[in-house]
């Protein structure tokens, strides 16, 4: 079982947090239903020495321990931090600094979504990492921490053992990238159709492993494929559109995420098609046409090749509960 702790900041919003407890309650209902053992314990921690601190607008939380005497746990999670707060937020105690030292040197995983950077980016201890963080703040946090490497995108970043976001979707974004890491796309498909806040269609693809590039353009490049899939564009469409030479489109995108276009594009119609397949009741014919495919044979055999199920037993097997 992995333990998950999420860092309570004072003046952080109770909404990014109780997105994380939330998300991690909707996996321990779907591990019950589905028969799987509980995978995933959260602890609340206090970056402070009180346990019981304010959110954002007064919420008083009660967490389980300060930070500096909790025990290890797998990943950290820092929720997003009230703009007005940000520049009063103190660094960590020296104690707690310590236990975010060995977690990080251990290279165990932390998330910080949005602003929740800010505890972590006054240790130095991402120093020269690339962070994603919410596009108001960032020429304010890359004033103050100047040795960090800020971006404002939509989704999420990752550089090493770091996870960033830059907005709520963001945050369920790399959630479920470090889901599907960990339990397999089959489990992290099934808990994004389940989450309350948006439709299908609207949610980011699982694709681990190919947001860990600096390539700004690039990101675009992916973000347009990710909300477009159904749009049938050439190489050369694609690139005019960017401002890339065709070779230069598909040596940047193969150099940053590690496919072609065409294949990360396949991969993004696949996913949203699960998705399709676990929330809804559309046609396999339907969902084919929605994700952009019109022979729906070629359709079928492509799903079955990618995720080793024609659509149907996808369905059967992964359908909601």
Excluded at 100 to 115: F, K
Aim: hydrophobic share 45%; charged share 20%.
């Amino acid at each position: 079982m992995k333990n998950i702790g999420i860092v309570v900041t004072p003046g952080c919003w109770a909404m990014s947090l109780f997105a994380v407890t939330d998300f991690f309650r909707i996996v321990s209902l779907l591990e019950k239903q589905t028969g799987l053992a509980a995978g995933y314990r959260v602890h609340l921690l206090a970056n402070a020495a009180d346990t019981r601190l304010d959110a954002a607008g007064g919420i008083a939380i009660e967490t389980d321990s300060p930070l500096e005497e909790a025990r290890p746990v797998d990943w950290l999670i820092f929720p997003a931090i009230e703009g007005p707060v940000l520049e009063h937020t103190p660094s960590p105690p020296r104690r707690a600094l310590a236990y975010l030292a060995r977690h990080c040197e251990a290279n165990r995983v932390v998330l910080t979504l949005s602003t929740g950077i800010v505890p972590l980016a006054a240790t130095g201890l991402v120093n020269g990492l690339r962070i994603n963080t919410h596009w108001a703040f960032l020429p304010t946090l890359q004033q103050r921490y100047t040795e960090c490497h800020f971006r404002a995108r939509e989704s999420y970043l990752q550089d090493r053992w770091l996870y960033s976001t830059g907005s709520l979707h963001g945050s369920f974004d790399a959630l479920l990238a470090l889901l599907a890491n960990d339990r397999g796309d089959h489990f992290a498909q099934l808990c994004a159709a389940h989450l309350l806040v948006s439709s299908p269609i609207q949610m980011r693809p699982v694709l681990p492993g190919t947001r860990r590039h600096d390539d700004a353009a690039i990101l675009a490049v992916q973000e347009w494929l990710e909300s477009n899939p159904q749009l049938s564009l050439s190489l050369e469409q694609l690139a005019s559109r960017f401002g890339f030479s065709e070779r230069n489109l598909k040596r940047r995108f193969t150099l940053a995420t590690g496919l072609a276009p065409h294949l990360y594009l396949q991969k993004v119609r696949i996913d949203r098609a699960k998705k399709l397949l676990i929330s809804g009741a559309l046609s396999v014919q339907q969902i084919a046409h929605q994700v952009g495919y019109e022979n729906v044979s070629y359709f079928i055999r492509l799903f079955q090749r990618e995720a080793g199920d024609t659509p149907a037993q996808w369905r059967k097997t992964n359908g909601a509960y």
